[in-house]
């Protein structure tokens, strides 16, 4: 499509699109690109490359808008103009993905529910994902760059939930943790925010999307922070969580229920652990409200990663990163755990020897473990913070990537006993894989059924505000080499009528003047939208 390409010029117009920049300035941004598309002086593919489709999405999707999906009359000129050039250049996006797969005799339709399916015109097959073109098959395009273009004719096009004439308005959905109300505007992936990143730091992008559930029959919204590019609507994602549930309620993957799991074990929910790498803040969060006393402290090198994990994932952190004119919780759902923001080898330089019995990394970037951080010296400062505790270990969030190797070579050069965990359901190293280091062997035999079921009784005994566990450890199976972990839903703590438990209520903590008043909020009390 391009005969005079311009990726210099592209790539500095799509920084240009990042929600911090003021709203001109990312309207003309969009037209000049729009422009480069029309005279060939740029590829579709290449915008996607560069990671165009992000901040394009959120462009469209800031006015509010009715069901005829105009905008509201209130809404600023200046918003509408800002929408409607990025919804010309993701138009002119889709347009040339859907002649893509008109000339191979595919469509996309609707199924009814608002679910986009990919149909072919002569022989009727249907697919919730895109066909693999013929003419796409060719290219120097990453494979992601090729599907992500052809899911954009879907992407782009929202329907509406329900039977209310308005939407609900922007500023209210953005401020609300739930799901999308009735005569709500939905769209496939709505992006909250983003931020570009420089030469130091990668993209930033809080995403919702609207997962299907063929068991169930209904679709749930993941809220993921994606840190590096957005490799579509099944592209890997930093962190997650339904926004159907408090903060810290639930585990989205393997490796976030892993992580929780391991940590838990290692500590028997008590004492420190530092996670390093704070993602959304899914792993703490779900350790404070499922543990009582666990000392948590987080250490996150990109400030743009710890406020989106306060402002859009409900993390309660002290200090709070987010300025006193930002978007904050009324009500704190959680104790906090204790955060700084600081370069990984810098704060564990500065931190004594063995002073954390439990350490946990998750820190990957397109679900591939820093190559910067794999070296001889980093994996030695994290054995020296190390406890001496039999049952103390670091457990790394490898990915699933290229690294994932080189991660589990220094910690088998570093650490004295290293294992690799794996799902047992799963693949194989497509699904992730945990890295554990240990300085005695008796580390890793405590990561086993029985440990955790004595751990688990421990914490419900210990304080009945500690919620019941969502999942339980079903089998462990060490080969040597490699723990085979399977976990499971937790059924076997349900009420004695074999009914699940209440709701988890939220509780908040509210300053008085004379001390600290627990509050305690039914789930469809107002105080669930955690960021009005």
Known sequence: MASTSQPGRVTDLVLKLDCAKPTAERTQSAEQITALLTAGGVSVLDLIASNAVPPLLNMAQTP??????????????DICAL???????????????????????????DDGAGRARYVHQETSETRPDPPKLLSLRSGKAANWCKNLLLELPAIVAPFV?????EAETAEASEQSIEAAAEGELVWPARVWWHEAGTKGSHPVTVIDILDEDEEEGEDSTTRSLLTGLWQGMTGTRHDEMDV???????????????????????????????????????VPSFLKRHTSSLNIQCVEPNSAIASAAQKWFGFSCNPSVLAADSTLPKQTPLPPSNLCISDIPTYLRNQ???????????????????????????????????????????AI????????????????????????????????????????????????????????????????????????????????????????????????DE??????????????VEAKQDGTAKVTLAKDDPAWGLFD
């Open 495 to 508: 009420d004695a009528d074999g009914e699940d438990e209440e709701v988890p209520q939220l509780v908040a």
């Open 397 to 492: 969030n490898a990915g699933s990537g290229q690294e994932w190797e080189r991660v589990a070579t220094f910690m088998r050069i570093v650490f004295p006993v290293s294992r690799r965990l794996v799902d047992a359901k799963g693949d194989g190293e497509d699904d992730g894989v945990i890295i554990i280091g240990a300085e005695e062997q008796s580390a890793i035999d405590n990561i086993s059924v029985e440990t955790w079921n004595r751990v688990k009784a421990g914490l419900r005994k210990e304080s009945a505000e500690v919620e019941r566990m969502p999942f339980t450890l079903e089998d462990v199976k060490d080969d040597g080499s490699t723990l085979k972990v399977r976990w499971g839903g937790n059924w076997e």
């Open 352 to 394: 004594p020897d063995h002073s954390f019995p439990t350490v946990l990394l998750n820190l990957n970037i397109n679900n591939e473990f820093p190559s910067s951080l794999i070296s001889s010296d980093f994996f030695h400062a994290l054995r020296r913070i190390l406890n001496t505790n039999p049952t103390a270990l670091v």
């Open 161 to 165: 939930r329900g039977g209310a004439q």
């Open 83 to 109: 929408a409607d050039a990025a919804l010309l250049l993701l138009g002119d996006m889709a347009s040339y993905a859907s002649d893509l797969l008109a000339a191979e005799g595919w469509a996309v339709a």
């Open 244 to 282: 159907a549930y408090p903060p810290g309620t639930h585990l989205e993957s393997w490796t976030s229920v892993t992580l929780a799991g391991v940590g838990i074990i290692s500590s028997s929910g008590k004492g420190s652990i530092l996670s390093i790498g704070l993602g959304g803040g899914i």
């Open 64 to 77: 509010a808008r009715t069901r005829d999906f105009s905008p509201v009359p209130s809404t600023p000129s």
